[in-house]
């Protein structure tokens, strides 16, 4: 049987950083990739490699990646035969949560309306053009793409979800050599103090984190001075120092810890050492924007919220809003 190139994933990103430390990293970063694609694999890796394989091979494919889909064209239409194994291999790899994308005309409605998110953050972002970028929990790696095409010189999203990188993959499959990279860690996995990066993303992880104060700080260690934080996150209403910690659950999901308001938001950035944070957006989340599609068949934000409340989850919390806040490393 075929094995999974896990080498390969993160060689782009130690060719990123400089030499110093550079074997401390490798090594870190083999150990961690090792315990997840060989001392204890996922069982659907070769199902999930076999559909990767499926994709049929197209020369001359262009990308869009100023468009809310990933788009992918080739100079020629696909034969009956490419799409029915375009179809098969995409299949293959549901659910799809996090995109749009549109495989020479396949498109792939996906469970959330990533672009929507990408529409309220980047208006607010300095110039991409030939910035080195980071992308924490970057999921399928829809933003990747789109940061590549406002010009970024480099991007390399993280995430630990595997079926996220042969979505990924599917799409780089047809790219060929460009300078985005997914390596599927999480970021308390990655080597400290990279400093290395223009922009940080971290879109829809803080919450997960149990300790959110350590999670900036660690976002600050990627970052070269000056360079610029992106974090977004759900918060609540509230007076400064407010922040949620739901029960159990909230809105169905589990491992959700702080939900702050924007002023502790913005506290916990002074505090942990970034400058001139401001909220660019705030946003609730609705049953347009994350939803069952043809491409993701589970249930979506609308079973997860008050039958008879939308503005509430279903456990009774405020239903979902997202912040949007810049801030940058001294
Ligand atoms: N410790 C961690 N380190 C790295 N990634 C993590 C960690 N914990 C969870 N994740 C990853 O963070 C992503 C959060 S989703 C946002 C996706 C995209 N950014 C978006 O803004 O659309 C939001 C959500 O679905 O709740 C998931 O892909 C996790 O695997």
């Given amino acids: 049987m075929a094995t999974f190139d896990w080498q390969g994933c993160y060689q782009a990103l130690l060719n990123e950083l400089n030499n110093e430390g550079q074997e401390r990293w490798s090594n870190l970063l ?19 490699m076999a559909a990767l394989a499926q994709l049929p091979d197209v020369s ?3 990308a869009r990646l100023d468009t809310s889909a990933v788009t992918l064209r080739a ?34 409605d996906t469970e959330w309306h990533s672009d929507w998110k990408w ?14 970028i980071l992308d924490v929990g970057c999921g399928s790696g829809y933003h990747c ?64 984190r149990r300790s959110p104060l350590d999670h900036l700080l660690e976002l600050k260690d990627t970052l070269r001075r000056g360079g610029e934080l992106v974090l977004e996150t759900l918060v609540v209403d509230g007076p400064e120092g407010y922040s949620l910690m739901p029960e159990d659950r909230y809105g169905q999901m589990r491992n959700v810890w702080f939900l702050p308001s924007c002023d502790t938001l913005m506290r916990w950035l002074d505090r942990t050492g970034f400058r001139d944070a401001r909220v660019v957006d705030v946003t609730e989340t609705t ?21 008879d409340d939308h503005s509430k989850t279903i456990e009774g919390y405020p239903g979902p809003k997202r912040a949007t806040i810049i801030a940058n490393k001294p």
């Avoid at 029915?84 to 749009?100: A, H, T």
């Avoid at 079926?163 to 990655?190: A, C, H, I, N, T």
């Fill in 145 to 208: 793409w789109r940061m590549l095409g406002e010009g970024a010189a480099r991007v390399i999203g993280i995430d630990p979800g595997l079926l996220f990188l042969f979505q990924f993959l599917s799409v780089k499959k047809y790219l060929g050599d460009v300078p985005v990279d997914l390596v599927p860690v999480r970021m308390e996995d990655l080597p400290g103090k990279l400093e290395s990066f223009d922009t940080t993303f971290s879109m829809g992880v803080l919450y997960h």
């Fill in 30 to 48: 083999t150990q961690q990739l090792r315990r997840r694609f060989e001392d204890n694999p996922h069982g659907d890796i070769a199902r999930w």
């Fill in 287 to 307: 049953i347009e924007e994350q939803r069952q599609t043809d491409w993701m068949r589970f249930n979506s934000l609308v079973d997860f919220l008050d039958p």
């Fill in 75 to 108: 100079e020629t239409l696909l034969n009956e035969s490419q799409l029915e194994q375009l179809e098969s291999g995409l299949r293959g790899l549901m659910p799809w949560r996090k995109g749009p994308f549109d495989f020479f005309g396949t498109y792939i």
């Fill in 60 to 62: 001359d494919t262009q």
């Fill in 119 to 132: 529409d309220r953050v980047s208006p607010y972002l300095s110039d991409l053009t030939g910035r080195r």
